[in-house]
């Protein structure tokens, strides 16, 4: 938003202040397009983002434990933050062996390759483990 005293300071420019900010603006832009077109050759990695989210809902296979109707709630709630912040998003639902599925997702050469920000995301039913082997 423009302050109230912008028009006057512009009509206040000479005629050379206002070439040079418009050769500078042009010079942006061309710099800009340069950088775009860099990226996609493939020249510059962007910095990409990615959410892991596991959502475990279905306990039917499990007479201990109830199926759980939030955590369907809880993936469309994720789904929608994560994509609105720019993350690309995987997800996991009702697996049987999470740590396996994670990880097998986590070592593929494609997702190590490409992501730079990574955020894991859980919903359901869970166990208090205080580390995790590979």
Avoid: C, W
């Avoid at 300071?9 to 950088?35: F, P």
């Avoid at 609105?84 to 390759?113: C, N, P, R, W």
């Amino acid at each position: 938003k423009r302050s109230a005293n912008f028009n006057k300071i512009v009509d206040m420019l000479d005629k050379n202040e206002l070439m040079a900010l418009h050769m500078e603006k042009r010079r942006i832009e061309e710099l800009i397009q340069r950088k775009e077109a860099k990226i996609m050759r493939g020249e510059i990695r962007t910095h990409t983002k990615a959410a892991i989210l596991v959502i475990n809902a279905n306990y039917e296979r499990r007479s201990d434990l109830k199926s759980l109707d939030g955590p369907l709630h809880d993936l469309q709630m994720a789904k929608k933050l994560f994509r609105a912040k720019g993350y690309e998003i995987y997800v996991i639902q009702d697996s049987k062996d999470i740590e396996t599925d994670v990880f097998q997702l986590m070592e593929d050469e494609q997702f190590k390759e490409r992501v730079d920000v990574f955020q894991f995301f859980f919903s359901g039913h869970g166990t208090h483990r205080t580390s995790v082997q590979k």
